[in-house]
């Protein structure tokens, strides 16, 4: 019997329709001033990641040849498709910041110049400050055919045209704008009750004449390129760490220096200008993005707020856990019963201390711990180096292919290594990212295990949502002690008691548990399943989700990011697809399964992407307390009814919102009241 084929999405198409939805966090009325520049600000910066990694990626793949199958399409068709819609986001991102932003921030006092010269009464100021702060650190460099400049990626540079006076002949001039030495926003006297900004940018404008005495200042126009940041290491073939190490910081140091992916230039620059600065970089026309008058808008987050708190959000600070304050001792606390902490509901301060506790505790002999992605001035490892020298056995796997964060942990590795903490790098051809710990003690005492969705970082925990479970579960201690196993390579064939592990188990239990909902729901009984996750795009798994769909399973996804599965077609009629964006970055994973009333529950480190499944080790636990059960099925059922926050997404990928004419909920606010009334 012949295969059914099913349909997906395109992955880059649906990662732009995530951020988009980022983009209407801007375009929310109902969100103080600074909370929409500040997702004015992230929509930017993911789009320039996209262009660094993705477009990149399609670029290498044009140029060696090499198509990968992936949704079906060259890569010449998906950077066609990803310029199409990345104009069509861009020509919205403009308009809410021109007609949105701007007129909010005058409707509150604060007035950000733009398109003209500073009114008479900054005249004087711009013109100093422009000669004593900026002009220093400017270097006018001549664009002349045959003659490469290279221009630097994530920079703004402006075009300045210009005539001879007397010879009226044309020159072309590359400025970069002084970032490192000048503020973006400079702050301007305040006048008549207004606070008054200008960029950095269009101060250098106001100026030009004064730095080309001689010539006629023609127009000016701003330009930014990103260039291919994603860096391949190769290191199946290393016989040892250090050779990956030195690889790495090889490679990173060329980031900056990599393949052109975007030209983003002003959309009111003159063709023939265009024209002759794309010959003179050899600049092809799918290089070309629109942008405006301004860009690297991603800056704006850094838009001084001279009126405080009334024009930003309020975040809610994290709640405290009454059992484990009431404790004491956190392993005293676990050692009665498993707890589950919520970020950034709840202080990662508790697994600070649990940290802490492990280093000073006389009967611990051993911390085991992995690393993906490292804050700088880490407590975490400012805790392990203290377990180091009190004398414990510190094992601490770290990742030096997380991305973007390689040039961080090399370095943390390498002081952790002088603290005499014993360190194991990347495994070849693999990543790890599962998030887990064991803390093993001298015999009769019980052993720890932590087990999480994010990672061991204090900082990220402000902002992400992540749920981490503190047990002394035996078996799940044996397992996660088990995977450190496998990481240091004792084990090749490790058998898993609870955990799900790739490239071990994980596939085929999730699968076994999509078809046993399928079968259920065969026989008459419900079949029900909700998934969390930040991407869906792991093909064998969309397929199991379209089958149990066709059977009568009911699936609610509640899906961040990429989503490739198409809903509510007749293969996909009982599928839902809610997406949540709001001040807390969605980033646990969940899976439930009803499994005919005994309900399944796991959290894990796994998205379900290619990558995860085939070239990551990931961890998923059970949650077997049915006191912690209980609680995540309530917040996932918290998020299932947000109709404030949450969007559905349709089968043209569009983001369209849960509005109906229930009392509002709003994820985040309730579940952190949900969380509050916990004892």
Not at 546 to 561: F, N
Not at 626 to 641: G, T
């Amino acid at each position: 019997m012949k295969e059914k084929i099913y349909r997906y999405f395109k992955r880059d198409i649906s990662w732009l329709s995530f951020n988009y939805r980022v983009l209407m966090e801007a375009d929310d009325l109902t969100l103080p001033i600074y909370e929409r520049i500040r997702f004015l600000s992230i929509y930017a910066s993911n789009l320039e990641e996209f262009y660094e990694v993705r477009v990149s990626e399609h670029r290498s793949n044009i140029i060696k040849k090499n198509y990968a199958d992936e949704n079906a399409e060259t890569s010449e068709e998906s950077l066609e498709d990803i310029t199409r819609e990345v104009n069509r986001q861009q020509k919205e991102f403009y308009r809410i910041f021109a007609d949105e932003i701007l007129p909010e921030l005058q409707r509150q006092r604060i007035f950000l110049y733009q398109n003209s010269q500073p009114a008479a009464f900054h005249e004087a100021f711009v013109r100093n400050y422009f000669n004593e702060e900026v002009f220093l650190f400017l270097s006018p460099v001549p664009i002349l055919k045959g003659i490469k400049t290279f221009i630097r990626d994530r920079r703004l540079y402006l075009i300045v045209r210009m005539f001879e006076k007397e010879t009226r002949e044309p020159y072309h001039v590359l400025i970069k704008i002084p970032y490192a030495k000048v503020p973006r926003f400079v702050s301007l006297p305040s006048h008549e009750g207004m606070y008054y900004y200008m960029l950095a940018d269009d101060i250098i404008r106001a100026n030009l004449a004064s730095v080309f005495p001689g010539y006629d200042v023609d127009c000016c126009y701003s330009i930014k390129i990103s260039r291919d940041a994603d860096i391949y290491i190769d290191d199946r073939k290393a016989d040892d760490s250090k050779e990956i190490v030195n690889e790495i910081k090889e490679k990173v140091g060329k980031r900056k220096i990599g393949a052109l992916s975007r030209f983003m230039y002003d959309r009111e620059m003159p063709s023939d200008m265009l024209d002759y600065i794309c010959k003179t970089f050899g600049i092809e026309a799918d290089d070309l993005v629109v942008g405006g008058r301004y860009m690297n808008l991603q800056d704006m987050i850094k838009l001084p707020n001279p009126i405080g708190a009334r024009l930003t959000q309020d975040v809610p600070p994290p709640l405290r856990v009454p059992y484990l304050d009431e404790q004491k001792s956190i392993f005293r606390a676990v050692e009665k019963d498993d707890v589950l902490l919520h970020f950034p509901y709840q202080s990662f301060d508790y697994l600070l201390h649990f940290l802490e506790e492990a280093s000073i505790d006389p009967t611990v002999e051993e911390i085991k711990i992995t690393q993906y992605r490292v804050a700088e001035n880490s407590a975490v490892i400012n805790s392990l180096v203290s377990a180091a020298r009190r004398g414990k056995k510190v094992t601490v796997f770290v990742e030096l292919k997380a991305r973007f964060d390689e040039e961080n942990n090399v370095s943390t590795a390498e002081l952790m290594e002088q603290a005499g903490i014993k360190i194991i790098y990347s495994i070849p051809g693999l990543k790890v990212h599962a998030k887990v710990a064991v803390i093993l003690r001298k015999a009769g005492y019980k052993n720890f295990a932590y087990l999480s969705t994010g990672n061991f970082n204090e900082k990220t925990a402000r902002i992400y949502s992540d749920m981490a479970l503190l047990t002394t579960n035996e078996v799940l201690v044996e397992d996660v002690n088990r995977l450190f196993s496998v990481l240091e390579r004792k084990a090749e064939e490790p058998v898993f008691k609870y955990l799900l592990v790739t490239p071990f188990n994980m596939v085929t239990e999730i699968v076994r548990m999509i078809e046993r909902e399928t079968e259920h729901a065969r026989q008459g009984r419900r079949g029900y399943i909700i998934l969390k996750m930040n991407a869906l795009h792991e093909k064998r798994l969309i397929d199991a989700l379209y089958r149990a769909s066709e059977s009568g399973v009911e699936i609610d996804l509640i899906v961040r990011g990429i989503c490739c599965l198409v809903p509510n077609q007749p293969y996909s009629r009982n599928i839902r697809i809610t997406r949540i964006v709001d001040m807390f970055l969605e980033h646990s994973r969940v899976w439930y399964f009803y499994n005919d009333g005994l309900e399944d529950l796991y959290l894990t480190s796994a998205d379900w992407m290619h990558r995860n499944i085939n070239r990551r080790i990931e961890a998923s636990f059970p949650i077997l307390s049915p006191r912690i059960k209980r609680e995540i099925v309530d917040i996932l059922h918290i998020q299932l009814s947000d109709n404030v926050k949450a969007c559905t997404i349709d089968e043209n990928l569009n983001n369209v919102y849960k509005r109906d004419e229930r009392a509002p909920v709003r994820a985040q606010t309730d579940i952190y009241k949900y969380i509050a009334g916990l004892k």
